[in-house]
């Protein structure tokens, strides 16, 4: 057992960390997301072509660095500290992670596009009233002898106005909530039958509400695995999810106490309050218990599926809770000045109030545990 | 980084697994299980295995007598140790004043009092807390002063540990009364059989005597029994109370105590299911899962950062207040699972009983271990202190 990282591990947060404070400052992000793009494309460029960084969760065989779970932790732990934008988690883990586990000639076709900064890709997954089961798909693809024919109705999908490719699950057979029949698909973004409505969310990201008109697509589209490689790659984004969420609770922590060092009332910094600093004690005490479980959860994503989901949804439930309770105790040891636009925190709380019910919320993963080993 | 033990840590681990199969005192089995009030000798029977064994204090350094094991061998020796539910060692000597001793004191001090804490000749008490100095540790009053070659030591102890039993003592005392509080202190060590000491027991809500006051009236301690410079004490009291919160996470027996918790509720019936399946009680269980998972990873993280040559420091005041939480609230939810059963008071068989017991067997000790735990948040600094622990040394506020 060994729980220290690497030296490259290092170098790549270093490197990170660096590139991202000299970008990611509150006002340009401020300025990106209200651009009519809603971020900077020239950041994007920068991580993968520029630095390299794209390559590092993937196998060399790709032209990756042959890193992992544990790099995309660390990406996205940086990424959480700028309260980024980039579409890291939804085409470096997610879709890049999808074509890891599938390999073959898509995956060597694809992954150096990615590496690139050239591919970036979306995950059309959920749908109006399936909330967290990931087996409820209503979206249809019909074999119409050449390919399958898409058709159906996704919700909320994260960074989609940016991508060139879709990864979307759909139902080739079984009904809505059946685990057997739905499937994986990697498809072109700008597909003919593909209408979107693009919004921007309460986080500062981009999405939208994806149609799915008879969308014509290859049989080569289709990425076997099922619901079991669905479920993985949930996982290993509830993860990445819970990495940046690391990234963030270690931001609302640190923003709050360095400004109860600078506000005073009753002619004293309100740092000095005891009530404030056992509030704050507390906050550190859950942001270091948000950091274990990113790391326990990251560390045993390699396991039988089992014990990988029940650590996964520990991991969530725990991130969640504890991301509610740093988040809304820095608003509130704020005053108000968090409740305005004005100051970071308020920006990073409207992240990680996001954060908490993505990919499932504290009650849906506590379910999952329990069912899995808490057997009666 | 990798969770997977490696072939050696395997192979260690068999052999500890081994080791306490064939060698943890038969008398002593399931007793912690079962929630009995433990002997001196139990405490000792253990101990003085594996003392023989070179194993009793693995966290020392190699030339005070420790294993030289990885930060790795000592977390699979205290999860194999829970897991066999063997009893918890005291404490007071050797993860304690040991360490204060190696630390700070004079080569006859280590050269005395060392071995016979490995061996458990003697038996170690804290002489810390006072009647008005609870939290307050710093405001202390008994005091000791310099007559020739020796202290005269006069004053009042409370919650001294098992001081029933105590060969020997480790106190804190005021030195010089005009310093600044934490600046007239000193360390000694105490022969609790010297003329004018009196051990009083107090009872606590469990019915356990556990607990103790201690009154010094004119007790004459030599001068070469001070550890560290004269009022130099709070240091040494400060180390120790970082080194007292490493372990204090107890994690390992804590997996262990819900490990019994899934067992009970798994059989205990509520109608005609069993209690793990009411919906209510399954999510507490899982909820103190998560919580103590996330303990365990922050504790390995810890013993990494430990490994890495990071000694522990205030963030062990983490570990204490998550680590002293789960504990209690593994002892509501045996109340809990209890339901009727745990109000009878039964204090166990006495010689040639042949009584039953009421209700269900493990239940008896439900509600006084419940009543025993809330010392958890308490003791050790309370969680409170803990936090302004954090708030200083950490937050820097």
């Known amino acids: 057992m060994d729980l220290s990282y690497t030296e490259t591990q290092d170098m790549l947060r270093d490197t990170t960390a660096r590139f991202l404070a000299d970008t990611y400052g509150f006002e340009a992000r401020q300025k990106m997301i209200a651009s009519t793009e809603g971020r900077d494309p020239g950041v994007w460029r920068a991580l993968a072509s520029e630095l390299g960084l794209t390559s590092a969760p993937f196998a060399e065989e790709y032209g990756g660095m042959g890193g992992g779970a544990l790099e995309n932790l660390i990406m996205m732990e940086e990424l959480g500290k700028v309260i980024a934008v980039e579409p890291w988690l939804q085409t470096v883990v997610i879709g890049g992670g999808t074509l890891q586990a599938v390999g073959g000639s898509v995956a060597a076709e694809v992954i150096p596009q990615i590496i690139a900064g050239d591919c970036t890709i979306a995950w059309a997954y959920a749908e109006p009233t399936g909330r967290y089961d990931l087996a409820h798909v209503s979206t249809t693809a019909k074999s119409d002898g050449a390919g399958y024919v898409l058709s159906g109705h996704k919700a909320v999908v994260y960074a989609a106005p940016w991508a060139s490719h879709l990864l979307v699950t759909a139902r080739t057979g079984g009904s809505t909530r059946e685990r057997s029949g739905v499937e994986l698909f990697l498809i072109d973004a700008k597909a003919a039958g593909i209408t979107r409505r693009d919004y921007p969310t309460v986080d500062g990201f981009r999405a939208s509400e994806i149609y799915f008109e008879n969308v014509a697509v290859a049989a080569e589209a289709l990425l076997p695995g099922g619901i079991d490689l669905i479920e993985r790659i949930a996982d290993e984004a509830t993860m990445g999810l819970c990495a940046e969420a690391t990234g963030i609770a270690r931001k609302l922590l640190d923003g709050t106490v360095e400004y109860t060092k600078q506000r005073k009332q009753f002619g004293q910094p309100i740092g000095k309050f005891q009530a404030l600093q056992h509030r704050m004690a507390d906050m550190l005490v859950e942001a270091e218990q948000i950091a274990s479980m990113a790391l326990m959860g990251t560390l045993k994503l390699d396991l039988p599926a089992a014990e990988r989901k029940a650590a996964v949804s520990l991991a969530k439930a725990k991130v969640a809770r504890s991301l509610k309770f740093v988040g809304q105790s820095a608003v509130q040891t704020h005053g108000g000045i968090g409740i305005t636009m004005e100051l970071a925190i308020g920006h990073y709380f409207k992240r990680s109030t996001m954060i908490e019910n993505q990919f499932g919320s504290a009650d849906h993963h506590l379910e999952r545990y329990e069912t899995l080993t808490l057997p009666v | ?397």
């Not at chain 2, 490696?6 to 681990?13: L, V």
């Not at chain 2, 939290?135 to 004053?155: F, P």
């Not at chain 2, 107090?202 to 001068?223: M, Q, S, Y």
């Open chain 2, 1 to 397: 980084m990798d969770l997977e033990f490696s072939p050696e840590e395997i192979a260690f681990r068999d052999e500890v697994r081994t080791f306490i199969a064939e060698n943890y005192p038969r008398q002593l089995r399931g007793k912690q299980d079962e929630g009995d009030e433990l002997t001196k000798e139990d405490f000792l029977s253990w101990h003085r295995v594996l003392h023989a064994k070179g194993w009793v204090a693995p966290a020392w350094p190699v030339e005070y007598g420790g294993t030289g094991w990885t930060v790795t061998q000592r977390f699979i020796f205290s999860e194999e140790t829970a897991r066999a539910d063997c009893i918890r060692l005291m404490p007071f000597g050797l993860t304690m004043v040991g360490p204060v001793i190696y630390t700070f004191g004079t080569p006859a001090q280590k050269a005395h009092f060392l071995p016979r804490i490995l061996s458990g000749a003697d038996w170690w008490c804290q002489g810390y807390s006072e009647p008005g100095s609870g939290s307050d540790l710093a405001s202390l009053r008994t005091k000791a002063e310099r007559d020739g070659d020796h202290y005269v030591v006069n004053g009042q102890k409370t919650w001294t540990t098992m001081a029933q039993h105590a060969d020997w003592g480790f106190f804190l005392v005021r030195t010089d009364p005009d310093a600044k509080m934490q600046e007239g202190i000193s360390f000694l060590l105490i022969d609790m059989k010297t003329p004018g000491i009196e051990v009083r027991p107090i009872i606590t809500l469990g019915g356990e005597h556990e607990v103790n006051e201690v009154f010094l009236d004119n007790v004459k301690v030599p001068l070469e029994n001070r550890v560290h410079e004269e009022n130099k004490g709070w240091t040494c009291a400060k180390f120790l109370l970082a080194h007292e919160r490493v372990g204090i996470a107890g994690v390992a027996s804590s997996k262990r105590g819900i490990e019994r918790i899934r067992q009970i509720a798994a059989t205990e019936l509520d109608g005609d299911k069993p209690l793990l399946a009411n919906p209510f009680y399954r999510r507490k269980v899982a909820e103190l899962e998560m919580d103590l998972t996330a303990l365990e990873f922050t504790e390995l993280r810890t013993l990494a950062g430990e490994a890495a040559g990071k000694g522990p420091g205030p963030e062990s005041s983490v570990l204490k207040i998550k680590g002293s939480e789960i504990q209690q609230r593994l002892t509501e939810l045996a109340l809990e699972a209890a339901g009727h059963y745990g109000a009878p008071y039964f204090r166990g068989f006495g010689e040639g009983d042949n009584e039953h017991p009421i209700g269900p067997e493990w239940a008896n000790r439900t509600a006084p271990s419940y009543y025993n735990m809330r010392k958890t948040t308490i003791y050790g600094g309370s969680n409170e202190i803990q936090r302004n622990i954090i708030a200083k040394m950490v937050l820097g506020l």
